[in-house]
């Protein structure tokens, strides 16, 4: 591939990070773009452990919320003149204590990978979660602490006050870090990480301490995550134990996970499409954690590979053109899915408002009326039975589509 | 001090019998399928919130009874549509199955249930004390809740070592193909086994609902020790799970009801710190604080020394 | 001059002895079988040697370090490669990030983050190479857990000799393959083996005979017999203890 081919993804990338708070310019769009961006960078560090190196953690929130503290404390330093440096610096000192911590949590963690990784992981993001209640001077208690952003020298006249101006800032580290996270792979430490994942045994036999392989993916893991952390920072000006707790570490396993730990470009997938339910989702309907937990679901089921693993399983179809034989199939499948969706979405929702009456794209449905009730779930159930129906005839499509024009295999 | 010392005593022995409820079955369904069933406090939850609704009806004793029933078998369904499909992806996917159960079924609790507290009574018939001793009592729910415990494990063992369906579920433990090839449908056991397993995990909701309160987020509070107790007592071992439960159940208890702390230690040594030092917090902490977290301390340093556990069995 | 010594190797699992007092003298640039009926302990001995498994009593000096109890990392590093009786390689890379990791280290890439791949036109075109030899090259971008079995064995084969290691130990590199798949791998691992040092365990006799310059027999954990081929089928112990229960062609 030419060095253009190969770099338009990044052009692209790049188009986006700066066009996109052109086209959505409202306030709205902005905060939302900042949060992405921050879970981006988050949910990349997650990977280089979770699919780049087979490592299952249930606290790598550990290593954003450190970075969050130490950057709002290095805001507060600044406001008050103790040290003098611009923000521009404070994601790099996130980064700094999150690699901090990887390097002391990674030195006992790292021996296994597995299930004994994964409740260490647990147990210590549990054991920091609680100490930050208890060491309320660093983490401020349940308040948690907070800075001002608009203090330190000003960036060609700029002070950061307004939400676009971080934004471009967290765009310029989003595309550093997505950079160096990539480029990691591209080494000889990224492609160790890739064999220990696959075969540590094996690994060890061509000369690599399966132990040292993930250490390293660990400390740069934590690293990245801190430049998350230290992101947040300036976008909210505060920060509180929930940030280092359990749930944001879940939070990070599910966007990983639905956006596909196999493909760099996954976690960043994962990111956008979280964040937007969170925040447009969350406008409409007050269950849509309920939405995204059987979302979850039903991806580590159907789609292990998630949504970038989705679309790259069209990628022979692509390449040989024949995506147009997939267009009916899809339609013949996916009209009666979405249909069901879509009935048990009102049926869940309806179940769930004490209204009188239910507003659904411009139709007004009676919830007290049975028969809204019985034709809902008649029309449910025969939108899944045809799925299932036409399951068989998609993947025939599919596997047509997606075959090689001569034999290949031998 | 010396009653303090006792009740200290009981209330760890009844939360650390009521914790091994949970730990058993997680230790069932782990050294059967090789995952760790991070939904299984959920399955405790549920077990809570459905003998709270069939109590609302029909009194306690039939939440007693039907709750773990149902539970059991929803956890049987999981099995055998959610896990059995999710089990071809390997390790990593199983733990991120259940995973997303457990938020899913948090979501799920509150969506049908509402957010709120629920007000889960005792029965009224235990609603007296056992006995008074040195002036503080010991409510005979408590020792109800005990009683249940011991007589659950009792018949538990039965099953499992004396009884023939017993005895093949050991043995389709460790060599699940041999027993397939021995004619038993080892595809039933396995769901059976989960099934039981969480239905174990219902039984200590019921019972634990009114003491421990019954909330959404009960689930979370209690998983996370009771991952903590089956991997201390090391990973595929019922006995070590029951020593590791009495263990954390014990120290907790322990620590929650003294009030030693580190200006104790500190004035031992014969150091003090002035207030404003940086690591006041430190310096000011005491025992019933760390309590919470003493688990999980604990937890690492036997990951780092030990990481087979106690009485560990199943290596990776 | 031995290459790698044994000295008295024994290793119990609990009370069970797998290997009971093994000395044995690997010359080297020998091609050096290791017989033996099923249960013999010929993996055992690899996973000794190799690093795998701990030596519960003796010694075994590879080149000038006595090695045992070093981790398997270690010993890769000093020259000693293996293979394996079922494939173990990395499936979810392919076949020719497989090779190029095994060369990694030998190149003296230690645990660089910051060399890019891309870059390493030396390292890519000796991992060509490597594929040419082993007869993969069309299939360099392949994911390696999606090929056929024999491709996968002369994977395997691959990622033991592309770190250059002089001992090269394989541990039934035929099994399971067609006699024709056999016979190609046989080339192979004759041509790849070439000035270097080959240990290897086989069933198939006619194979053994063929390669071997001598053969040692391992029955219940230890050497009856070692010697030249021809001495070996004439011995009587051997005779009685293996060969007589298996008629070779």
Partial sequence: ?????????????????????????????????????????????????????????????????????????????????????????????????????GIFIGSFSTRKAGTVFAMISLGMGELIAASSLIFSSFFGGEAGISGDRTFGPLFFGFDFAQNIEIYYLAAVWVFIATLFMYLFTQTPAGRMANAVRDNPERAEFIGYSARKVRFISFCAAGLFAGIAGGLFALNYEFITEENLNAATSGRVLLMAYIGGLGYFIGPIIGAVVLTLMNSLLSNYSELWMLYLGIMFLLTVMFLPRGFAGFIMMHQMAWVRGNMKMLVKPYIVTGIPALLFAVCVIVLIEMSHSDEETFHFLGMTLEPSSSITWIVLIAIAGAAFYAVRRSRAQLLDAWETANAAPKEEQS | MLEVLIFATLNGLVTGFLLFMLASGLTLIFSMMGVLNFAHASFYMLGAYFAYSLSLYFGFWTGLIFAPLIVGVLGALVERYGLRKVHQSGHVAELVFTFGLAFLIEEAVQFFWGRDTKNYQTPEILDFPLFTLLGQEFSAYRGFMMAIS???????????????????????????????????????????????????????????????????????????????????????????????????????????????????????????????????????????????????????????????GLLGKREE | MAILSLKNVQKNFGITEIIRGVSLDIIEGEKHAIIGPNGAGKSTLFHLISGRYKLTAGSIRFKTEQIENKPPYEIARMGLARSFQVTNIFPRMNVFENVRCALFWSKGYRYSFWNLLGRQHELNDEAMQVLEQIGLCDKAMFPSGELAYAQQRALELGIAIASGAELIMLDEPVAGMSHSEAENAVELIRKITEGKTLIMVEHDMNIVFDVADRISVLVYGEIIATDKPADIRANPKVQEAYLGEVRSA
């Fill in chain 1, 1 to 101: 591939m030419t060095l253009l081919r190969k770099s338009s993804i990044w052009i692209v990338f790049v188009v986006a990070l700066f066009g996109l708070p052109q086209i959505f310019d409202s306030i709205l769009a902005i905060s939302i773009l900042n949060q992405m961006a921050i879970a981006i960078v988050f949910a990349l560090s997650y990977n280089m452990l979770l699919g780049q190196g087979g490592m299952l953690s249930f606290g790598h929130a550990v290593y954003f919320g450190l970075g969050g503290f130490l950057s709002v404390h290095a805001l507060i330093l600044i406001e008050f003149e103790t040290m003098v440096f611009s923000i521009l610096w404070i994601p790099l000192i996130g980064g700094l204590f999150g690699l901090l911590a």
């Fill in chain 2, 150 to 308: 011991i007589g659950i494990f009792i018949a538990l063992y039965y099953v499992l070592t004396k009884s023939r369906v017993g005895i093949i579920i050991q043995a389709a433990i460790t060599h699940p193909q041999t027993v397939a090839n021995l004619g038993h449908n080892v595809p039933l056991i396995f769901m059976g086994v989960f099934g039981v397993g969480t239905a174990l995990a219902g039984v200590a909701g019921v019972i634990a609902g009114p003491v421990l309160t019954t909330f959404p987020g009960m689930a979370a509070v209690l998983g996370s020790i009771v991952f903590v107790i089956v991997v201390i007592g090391g990973l595929g071992s019922l006995a070590g799970a029951f020593i590791a439960s009495l263990l954390i159940g014990l120290l907790q208890s322990y620590a929650i009801a003294s009030d030693v702390g580190m200006p104790d230690l500190l004035d031992l040594l014969g150091l003090s710190f002035a207030r404003d030092h940086p690591l006041n917090d430190l310096w000011t902490i005491n025992l019933p604080q760390i309590a919470p977290v003493l688990p999980f301390l604990l937890l690492v340093l036997v990951l780092i020394f030990r990481p087979t």
